[in-house]
T-cell receptor, first 118, second 113 residues
Framework: SAVISQKPSRDICQRGTSLTIQCQVD?????MFWYRQQPGQSLTLIAT?????????ESGFVIDKFPISRPNLTFSTLTVSNLSPEDSSIYLC???????????????FGAGSRLTVL | DAKTTQPPSMDCAEGRAANLPCNHS???????VYWYRQIHSQGPQYIIH???NNETNEMASLIITEDRKSSTLILPHATLRDTAVYYC??????????????FGTGTRLTIIP
């Protein structure tokens, strides 16, 4: 399966600033997904990033707050803009890294980027 | 995607089999059952998936009832490293642009020494 590198692994930011998280994959992948995990909660999908097209955002997430880039098949960035303490979360990148039996959506996840907003 | 129901927490003695149940009574015919786990401070890790038949791999076994309305993940010989949150997810077969997985609240499994 694919190997994912996320940077930064953690950061502390001031409110009103922005943070850009990078996701690098060791192989070409079609779909890349960005998730948020708020403290003590499960994962929530933010958006799906396809190379060469705009990201598709889930309900409750907007491009102005979470702009995403996908310049090629191995790399994506997620920016969290105009930070507030409520944005303190772990942000995870995932890819469809394993093609098992036809139709199976097996995802590989990065280790996550822990953001704390003061 | 169909909704899943899991117990919020479970304990299991080290060395014993851990059996984690999941209800998915509204599952559709083309939906797979997936299991992932998340060890503290790590990203989720894929464990196993199945459609109709029982499945086994090096990590676990997945037992799906004949009516597919529930399933059980079995860790045959639990170790302390299996302490994690386990997520049961039901999702349709992949189509381009529709491969997302929706995570529920999962079961927090604690392995007791």
């Amino acid at each position: 399966s694919a190997v994912i590198s996320q940077k930064p692994s953690r950061d502390i930011c001031q409110r009103g600033t922005s943070l850009t998280i990078q996701c690098q994959v060791d192989s070409q992948v079609t779909m890349m997904f960005w998730y948020r995990q708020q403290p003590g909660q499960s994962l929530t999908l933010i958006a799906t990033a396809n190379q060469g097209s705009e990201a598709t955002y889930e309900s409750g997430f907007v491009i102005d707050k979470f702009p995403i880039s996908r310049p090629n098949l191995t790399f994506s960035t997620l920016t969290v803009s105009n930070l507030s303490p409520e944005d303190s979360s772990i942000y995870l990148c995932s890819v469809d890294g394993q093609r098992g039996r036809a139709g199976a959506n097996v995802l590989t996840f990065g280790a996550g980027s822990r953001l704390t907003v003061l | 995607d169909a909704k899943t129901t899991q117990p919020p927490s479970m304990d299991c003695a080290e060395g014993r089999a851990a059996n984690l149940p999941c209800n998915h009574s509204t599952i559709s015919g083309n939906e797979y059952v997936y299991w992932y786990r998340q060890i503290h401070s790590q990203g989720p890790q894929y464990i196993i998936h199945g459609l109709k038949n029982n499945e086994t791999n090096e990590m676990a076994s997945l037992i799906i009832t004949e009516d597919r309305k529930s399933s059980t993940l079995i860790l045959p010989h639990a170790t302390l490293r299996d302490t994690a949150v386990y997520y049961c997810i039901v999702s349709a077969a992949s189509n381009f642009g529709n491969e997302k997985l929706t995570f529920g609240t999962g079961t927090r499994l604690t392995i007791i020494p």
